[in-house]
């Protein structure tokens, strides 16, 4: 019997003191955690090894990526942008909140997210067609390849200095270059906006929380064939090209009414 009450007394220190590490370990870990949180989304966080984790993976398939302040900048804002959608489509009942490894996670919420965009299509579906004009606007465009010089700033002071400094010297040498590309290649809406320019035209735009200069340096006509053999397809494009817009605008909305948190450094 004494030798029992001796083993159970042996085993009742380290059990305690296993307690108390694991108490201590955890605590330690919510602190880590808690330091590499680097926004919150309705109270949901963001955290900085969660960003460094998509900077390399676009890095990965993006060859021309470059970090800078801003593209980093630009990521968390894409991150914040998936929290909304997801959080949306939790909300409407898409799916159950659940815990998964990282990995795990990323793959469940890019499949909450297009599952979302095809709910949302739906609700859109009232609102999304294409007349015989809008067919012939975008099958016009459809018919140029446009290089573009482009200023970029989330800052609206810095593009107001850059397009004051523009209107001085017409240098637009230290822009960007995008292009030549076609109408159905574009992606950044302001773009899309620019697109219909004349050669030499420059043009300022909106886009928040960025601000756009952009210059259609060139402008070449290419050969396409009749409209009457492609209208169809035309008609498709034009109203995928609604949908990104009308998305886009619902998404700025949820973000206005979003509590957005971005910790300084």
């Known amino acids: 019997m004494a030798y029992n009450k001796r083993v159970r007394g042996i085993w009742r220190l380290p059990v305690f003191m296993l307690a108390a590490s694991l108490s201590l370990s955890a605590c330690a870990k919510s602190k880590a955690l808690d330091k590499d949180i680097i926004a919150y989304v309705n109270k949901d966080p963001i955290y900085k090894s969660d960003l460094k984790r998509d900077i390399a993976l676009r890095a990965k398939f993006d060859p021309e990526f470059k970090l800078t302040p801003e593209s980093e ?17 939790m909300e409407k009942g898409l799916a159950r909140e659940e815990r998964f490894v990282a990995t795990i996670r990323t793959i469940w919420e890019h499949t909450l997210i297009r599952d979302f965009i095809e709910y949302k299509k739906k609700q859109l579906q009232d609102y999304l067609f294409a007349t015989n004009e809008d067919i012939k606007k975008y099958y016009d465009n459809m018919s140029y390849k446009v290089t573009f010089k482009v200023f970029k700033s989330r800052n609206k002071s810095i593009e107001d200095a850059a397009y004051a400094k523009y209107l001085k010297d017409k240098d637009t040498s230290s822009w960007q270059v995008v292009g030549p590309i076609g109408y159905d290649d574009v992606g950044p809406i302001p773009l899309l906006d620019a697109f219909e320019m004349g050669e030499g035209e420059v043009g300022r735009f909106a886009d928040e929380p960025s601000y756009y200069i952009i210059e259609v340096s060139k402008k070449e006509k290419v050969e396409i064939v009749p409209l009457e053999t492609i209208k169809g397809e035309v008609e498709k494009r034009v109203v995928s090209m609604e949908e990104k817009r009308l998305f886009e605008e619902w998404l700025k909305e949820e973000k206005k009414a979003s509590k957005i948190t971005i910790k300084a450094d």
């Open 73 to 89: 900048s630009e990521q968390l804002d894409a991150m914040i942008d998936r929290k909304i959608i997801v959080q949306y489509a």
